[in-house]
């Protein structure tokens, strides 16, 4: 009897959430590799913005850079977490000296960036432009994870680093809060989902360091624990009802939000407060700022979806009536998303 032959079978590993067959089978074209969707990101990036590196310093720049001798001293650093980014000014007779920010991080890359480029405007906004093109990157990683395909991720990711939304923040020397926020947020995102798919507690720990950064650079990523409780209701579940997924997820935020509670002990050991009025609302009631609050959001999401005419300043009144057109609209809107998303 002749001796069959045995077939040997090359295992051939492929990328978390990358099945074969599926939907990155279009992907796997060598035109559209991964290297070459990360050139094609950062260089689309840097090509709309590089006019932005011939920009001088305007509007808070020349006070915040230009007029702030703290930025001088390495000690500047270790004093940002126990003072306000205006606390320069306290002393001073200046009158219109902004509301108080505690953004340490923030002021931490204002100190670093002058240690590194003095008053040279280049070298800031070449440090705001290499910061958006690593968010961006980010954005491509945590889409690419999130939906298994690198094509749909590169094209969300494109949409993200060239969007018109994001001129202010890239071009204003002070508009990086934002774009430094997201560079540390789109990460906390994305290792949560690793430690959710994997089990591994080393991406939860980098999730949780992540998001503290992040609320150190801005205040709006402290909404991450929200984000994370809607992603974690549209999975799958085996929780039989959901009052025992809605306490499991409870659970999981629990790093979070302990976090998030350090961090606004923190903030009112330093500000004395946790939030406050901008001087130009001092005398507009709460009811009024909270009507008007569904107005901006929804003229936002439009400014989103459809950026034309766009502007630096967007004068809006105060809405202060609940059967204003302004205010029943905006709720509509709101309303009919949420039963449709």
Aim: proline letters at 6%; hydrophobic letters at 50%; charged letters at 15%.
């Amino acid at each position: 009897m002749k001796k069959g032959r045995v077939k040997k079978t090359k295992v051939v590993k492929r990328e978390p959430g990358l099945e074969p067959g599926g939907p990155d089978v279009l992907s796997s074209h060598k035109l559209i590799s991964e290297s070459r969707i990360l050139f094609l990101l950062v260089a689309a990036a840097v090509l709309v913005y590089a006019n932005s590196l011939s920009g001088a310093f305007v509007f808070d720049d020349t006070k915040q850079i230009a007029g702030n001798p703290a930025l001088h001293s390495w000690s500047n650093i270790l004093r940002a977490f126990s003072s306000d980014v205006w606390s320069f000014q306290r002393g001073t007779l200046t009158a219109d000296i902004p509301p108080p920010y505690y953004r340490p991080l923030f002021t931490t890359y204002l100190t670093l960036n002058y240690k590194l480029f003095g008053l040279w405007e280049p070298g800031w906004h070449l440090m705001n432009l290499l910061v958006h093109v690593a968010a961006t990157v980010a954005v491509y990683f945590l889409l690419k994870r999130l939906s298994g395909n690198r094509l749909v991720a590169a094209l969300a990711a494109l949409l993200f680093g060239l969007h018109t939304a994001h001129v202010e923040s890239v071009s204003w020397i002070s508009g990086i809060p934002d774009p430094l926020a997201a560079l540390f947020y789109v990460p906390s995102l994305l290792w949560y989902v690793r430690y959710r798919e994997e089990g591994h507690g080393k991406w939860l720990a980098a999730s949780v360091v992540a998001f503290g950064l992040a609320i150190l650079c801005k205040e709006t990523p402290l909404a991450l624990p929200l984000v994370l409780c809607v992603w974690e209701l549209t999975r799958p579940s085996r929780r039989p009802s959901l009052a025992l997924r809605l306490k499991d997820i409870m659970l999981k935020m629990i790093p979070y939000a302990m976090v998030a509670v350090a961090y606004l002990a923190l903030r009112l050991s330093v500000l004395g407060r946790i939030s406050w009025k901008h001087p130009f609302m001092a005398r507009v009631p709460d009811s009024a700022i909270w009507m008007t609050v569904p107005y901006v959001f929804v003229t936002y999401l439009k400014h989103l979806l459809a950026p034309f005419h766009l502007s630096l300043i967007y004068g809006t009144s105060f809405i202060t009536s609940a059967g204003a057109a302004r205010f029943l609209l905006p709720v509509g809107i709101l309303i009919s998303l949420g039963f449709t998303l």
